[in-house]
């Protein structure tokens, strides 16, 4: 194995060796590595793939934080096709929540949950997603 660098604050850093011990892990580097494959799994869902999904993506962030409002116009603008709808809305006394309605397959989904969450600065990343068809048939 490759030994490896990587900075993160302090305060994860603490949570990371907390979870280790409570679970059973032999240290932090085997909950990275979970971590990690987790991510990089997250879309490998065949019930989804090949299929027309709907997807909402909520983003949170401090009002203040004026560079989060800038590109998630941008990801707006770059994924017209893929952008069903988006609302920004106040919540609180000051946060932004910026909500995604898209329509896609699930791999412009991944990319872009990933964007999003690559964002600096954001609060919250939540997303759903739910074939088209699925739905269609529990109206029925
Ligand atoms: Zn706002």
Do not use: W
């Not at 305060?11 to 590595?33: C, K, N, Q």
């Not at 869902?45 to 962030?61: K, Q």
């Amino acid at each position: 194995m490759t030994v490896v660098s990587v900075s993160m604050p302090e305060s994860l850093l603490e949570r990371i060796d907390g979870f280790a011990d409570d679970h059973g892990y032999t240290g932090r580097s085997e909950v990275i590595r979970e971590a990690a494959r987790n991510l990089l799994g997250e879309f490998e869902d065949a019930r989804l793939e090949d299929r027309e999904l709907m997807s909402i993506v909520t983003v949170l962030f401090d009002y203040e934080t004026t560079s989060v409002e800038e590109r998630m116009m941008h990801l707006r603008h770059e994924q017209e096709d893929l952008v069903a709808s988006n609302f920004h809305s106040h919540v609180g006394d000051h946060y932004c929540m910026e909500v995604f309605i898209l329509d896609g397959d699930l791999e412009d989904i991944s990319t872009f949950v990933g964007k999003v969450r690559a964002t600096q600065d954001t609060l919250s990343v939540d997303y759903s997603v739910l074939p088209v068809e699925d739905f269609a048939q529990s109206l029925a």
